[in-house]
């Protein structure tokens, strides 16, 4: 293995959905400007939108997404283009 090509400051950092409030720890390089304390030690603190608890491939829960209004606009505005006047 070639030496001094990987990262030397792997440490501990907090990432947290920001959809559920789910956290969890991993090993990590990346920077972080927020900080939270869990069981008394401070970690780095990393917020994402969406992780694998959260996802609705791995939870099996879709979210209802109001598609029927936006199909119902799109049509008003662009649906009549190819019927001849």
């Known amino acids: 293995m070639k030496k001094e090509i990987h990262p030397n400051n792997y440490r501990p950092v907090v990432f947290k ?3 559920n409030e789910e956290t969890f720890i991993s090993r ?13 030690v401070t970690y780095p603190l ?12 791995y939870t099996g829960k879709q979210k209802l997404v109001d598609t029927a209004g936006r199909v119902d606009k799109f049509m008003s505005r662009y649906g009549d283009r190819n ?3």
Do not use: Q
């Open 17 to 19: 959905d920001m959809s």
């Open 28 to 40: 990590s390089t990346i920077n972080a400007k927020d900080t939270i304390e869990i069981d008394g």
């Open 46 to 57: 990393v917020k994402l939108e969406i992780t694998s608890a959260s996802h609705p491939f």
């Open 83 to 85: 019927k001849k006047k």
